[in-house]
């Protein structure tokens, strides 16, 4: 039994050697060989290549999010969709915030996420809103920093210099204190005994949340007397004079400075502009009282007196905003709020939380009725302006049809339907007076087979037509194939008004019929060219 085992032993290894030389003489080992360099070109093929680049800003996708993790140990990630309001001027603004960390040589680098195409990533990330900016700290995908609302590129690099440094300037005699209140219309310096531990942490940390403010700080003694300071504290400078000041204590944490300076750091109506826009859009008052006008008219300054006066019983509650309708670079903030500048002057409150707008129900801007506007808006009790009041129930029972938003664009451009419509402010005297002489006309046609009177509250319903003149407006639809609209700018009677409808009413009838010749005609060609195409 063993002497076989044995024999099996040796045949075995005989048969080994015996296979070894048949791969050599028909070239096997250099099979192996070569599979062997199949896979090292296959190892080279899978490994990770360069991460595209726009400008200086990385392009990110579910496939290479990981890797830039690992590559770069400071990523500030912009989550965007391209067709966002902002999205242009944020792509600008991040571009050359890129720019500027490439000419320091600075070891953080920015990239962006189009959440619009990378739903899945956007989707495992937690983004559900755009713009959105995350800053990732050493390949930590699980617990990024949030970053708030950065509006330019001076801003996103103050933040990333004050998340990585330190996010104050130390101010060391009276002359830096004066150089630093030069530096901006609002400083912010804090006044501690101790700059590298305690209560002065606090500070360091809201000013790295608030990086479109200038933060300074000091423990000098000369500069305490100065500016009168004994205690810990921290003082808001505006135009180099003392403002508000916050005394600080063991208690105080970084929500309640950030509430304080963001409380404060407007003046009573704060004009909106390019330098002024961050700070209106990050505070944390959610309730904007605007007042729209134009500032070169003749009784401006009174107007806006009556909205400053205002202003100081609401403080911490409602923020007070001018918005310039007579400045141009105003224009797409306008177009946002749907506020046309014929209707101006006009007060209206955002709630910033919903973007749900509030109308002041009066065209008079005296003190008192925006007083009374704030505390009606404070109390829940006004009316929000919508895209679109409720169809009302029998909108057309009667001689005067009521459109909304929802039914505004199936009644006007109805192609069997000659409508005119008054266009209206409900509170306006002027559009008051003209109610029992439009409900006359209304009876005139009431029985009409393609006449239709109708009126609008356009300050309840948004509606895609361009107005070059205050409310009452009176403009007519003629019953025709093509979206027309034709203004009225006669006499505003009866008689004027019959005289009118029964014009365009004749006119609209010349009108359709060259329209539908013209349709035939088109219908015939395009059956011929059809013709044309099956016999060849």
């Known amino acids: 039994m063993e002497d076989d085992v044995v024999l099996l032993v040796s045949s075995i290894c005989n048969l080994q050697h015996a296979l070894g030389q048949f791969a050599a003489e028909r070239g096997l080992a250099g099979m192996r060989v070569n599979t062997s360099k199949t896979e090292d070109a296959k190892h080279k093929r899978t490994a990770k290549s360069p991460i595209n680049e726009e400008k200086g800003v990385l392009i990110l996708k579910k496939g290479n999010f990981d890797q830039a993790l690992k590559q770069y140990k400071q990523l500030l990630v912009s989550f965007q969709a391209p067709l966002t309001p902002d999205f242009h001027r944020l792509t600008m603004d991040f ?23 990378e739903k899945e990533l956007a989707k495992e990330l937690n ?27 001076d801003h996103i690099i103050t933040w990333l210099k004050r998340r990585t440094g330190r996010s104050a300037e130390v101010i060391k005699n009276t002359t830096q204190s004066e150089t630093f209140l030069l530096a901006d219309d609002l400083v912010i310096i804090g006044f501690f005994k101790e700059l590298d531990k305690g209560t002065v942490e606090v500070f360091y940390d809201a000013a790295t949340d608030i990086p479109d403010l200038p933060f300074g700080v000091t423990k000098n003694k000369n500069i305490f007397s100065k500016y009168e300071i004994v205690k810990e504290t921290i003082v808001l400078f505006k135009k180099s004079t003392k403002s508000e000041e916050y005394e ?33 859009l990050n505070s944390v008052i959610n309730s904007h009282a605007i007042l729209f006008a134009n500032k070169s008219e003749k009784h401006y300054e009174e107007t806006y007196m009556a909205f400053e006066r205002t202003a100081a019983e ?21 177009e946002y709020f749907r506020v046309r500048s014929v209707e101006t002057p006009m007060v209206r409150i955002v709630n910033m939380t919903d973007s749900v707008q509030y109308q002041m129900q009066s065209g008079d801007i005296t003190t008192e009725n925006v007083r009374a506007h704030c505390l009606h808006y404070l109390a829940g009790k006004a009316k929000p302006k919508l895209q679109s009041e409720p169809v009302p129930k029998n909108w057309d029972k009667k001689p005067v049809k009521e459109l909304v938003g929802m039914n505004f664009e199936k009644v006007a451009f109805n192609e069997k339907k000659n409508v005119f419509i008054m266009f209206y402010t409900p509170w306006c005297k002027e559009s008051q007076a003209f109610f029992p002489l439009w409900e006359k006309l209304g009876k005139v ?8 009177v109708a009126r609008i509250d356009t300050t309840a319903n948004d509606i895609n037509i361009i107005f070059l003149e205050r409310n009452p407006s009176f403009k007519f639809f003629p019953a025709v194939l093509s979206e027309k609209v034709i203004p009225y700018s006669g006499e505003r009677t009866l008689e004027e008004f019959i005289t009118f409808v029964e014009e365009q009413v004749e006119l609209a009838k010349d009108v359709k019929a060259r329209e539908e010749t013209d349709w035939d005609k088109f219908i015939e060609e395009q059956k011929l060219k059809e013709t044309v195409k099956v016999e060849l």
């Open 127 to 153: 983004v559900t809103a755009s713009p959105f900016l995350r800053f990732y700290v050493s390949g930590d995908k699980q617990n990024p920093i949030i970053c708030p609302v950065l509006r330019s590129a």
């Open 248 to 280: 600080i204590s063991s208690h105080t944490s970084k929500e309640d400075l950030v509430q304080f300076i963001r409380m404060h750091e407007m003046d009573l109506v704060t004009e909106y502009n390019g330098t002024t826009s961050a700070r209106i």
């Open 95 to 117: 571009t050359k915030a890129a720019a500027q960390l490439k000419t320091e040589a600075s070891k953080i680098r920015l990239g962006s996420v189009d959440v619009s195409q």
């Open 314 to 334: 609401f403080k911490g509650k409602v923020l007070f905003v001018l918005m310039n309708t007579n400045e141009n670079r105003n224009g797409r903030m306008l």
């Open 445 to 452: 046609y009431e029985n009409h087979e393609s006449v239709v």
